[in-house]
């Protein structure tokens, strides 16, 4: 038996013994927006030790989930194609936490770009919109654009032009909206929201963004 295996026959045993360990899904949702360098990994996974880090990244390496862009040691982490395996997994698992309404204190550790995986993670599962529209987030300083159609959505940074709705609030208002421990109307009465847009664009969004 392996070490740190459950040494079950059994598809879910096999995958937590490659990523069920404490840390490990969270880098790899950093490296599903992106390839990261070392640092940029360190910096935007507060409490994690650089030790704990260069542990994870060699165990990813070496189950082909991830490897490197490019060469010598400043060249950053990328997920393999087995690795992007990973993003229904990373996806369904953010929309459990997200229902079930966690806490979001005042000092709650978020980052914008952070917003990109909850929002694709939620427009997978919304009413996708019968015509071509688009859609802006800022969150904080950070511009994420939302494009949809018949045919799917993406998520991505970004601006976009003339969009149907511009959402614009802080990191925090923006994670307490997705844990629905605030709705848009107190947000924005207590101005920490601005929504603009047509009120049935804001319908649509929001049934985008409210899962099946």
């Known amino acids: 038996m392996a ?7 059994c598809g879910l045993a096999h995958a937590l013994d490659l990523v069920g360990d404490r840390w ?32 994870r990244l060699r165990t990813l390496e070496a189950a082909g989930l991830v490897d490197r862009d490019g060469d010598g040691p400043r060249a950053p982490y990328r997920l393999t194609e087995r690795g992007e395996g990973l993003r229904e997994v990373v996806h369904a698992l953010a929309r459990f936490g997200l229902a079930l309404r966690p806490e979001v ?21 919304g009413r996708w919109p019968d015509r071509p529209e688009s859609y802006q987030f ?38 307490r909206l997705g844990a629905r421990r605030t709705s848009r109307a107190e947000a924005t009465a207590a101005g920490l929201l601005r929504v603009e847009g047509d009120p049935a664009a804001v319908a649509r969004l929001e049934a985008l963004l409210r899962p099946r």
């Open 105 to 125: 204190p005042d000092d709650a550790e978020f980052r914008p770009r952070w917003a990109v995986l909850g929002l694709s993670a939620l427009v997978e599962r």
């Open 24 to 55: 490990t899904l969270l880098v790899v949702r950093e490296l599903l927006l992106g390839s990261r360098r070392y640092n940029d990994l360190l910096a935007d996974l507060p409490g994690i030790g650089t030790n704990l880090l260069a542990e």
């Open 138 to 175: 800022v969150v904080g300083d950070l511009p994420v654009r939302v494009l949809a159609g018949p045919d799917g959505v993406r998520v991505e940074e970004g601006e976009v032009a003339d969009p149907a709705v511009r959402y614009v609030c802080d990191p925090l208002t923006f994670v």
């Open 3 to 9: 070490k740190r295996s459950y040494g079950q026959v």
